[in-house]
């Protein structure tokens, strides 16, 4: 019986992760990767039972660090926006040190597999975060400021989408936590302080 070694285990991650960013999913077979790595095919099975399987292995420790960063933010309020960009920039940096590539793969690279619709579930969860931020204003406001719950989904999936893009077009980790914290910071502040 040969023992699974965790260094080639790695190295099959590894290569998996980096032709499924380059060539995507679908364009990546277990014979690519397993040339890549040097190793056959059948070995390759060993380790992983299929191409999705791989794919969850590369992804998944991405797609839940992500849902732990949002369930942390749901403290924010806006007389704590100073703290709160201080630790979304060192929670930023430390997440894209370790996952970028991962989380890139999750968002765009994962069709015909059962994540294809994480993107979807990403938004969902932030809708429910912002709509309970929508009811903690109307609880606070007089009836004639009230927040339409109508808008939570359309600025959820707008404050996520612009956030995935900055992970997108850019690859150098201070650029992205700099163009993160002042995209956040416009979002809380509002665009008045643009005009």
Known sequence: MQVLKDELRHAMLKAAQNMFLDSGYEKTSMKDIAAKVGVSVGNLYRYFSNKEALLEAVTMPAYERLLELMEKSEDISADRMPIILD???????????????????????????RQENIRNEFFDRFVGHVEMHFADHNQKTATMKQLNSDAARPLAIAFLEGYFEIIR???????????????????????????
């Open 87 to 113: 630790q979304l920039e060192s929670l930023l940096a430390e997440f894209l040190r370790e996952y970028r590539q991962n989380l890139l793969i999750l968002l765009y690279e994962s069709k015909g597999t």
């Open 169 to 195: 077009l850019y690859s150098d980790e201070e650029q992205i936590v700099q163009a993160a914290r002042e995209y956040v910071t416009i979002w809380f502040s509002g665009l008045q302080i643009l005009l």
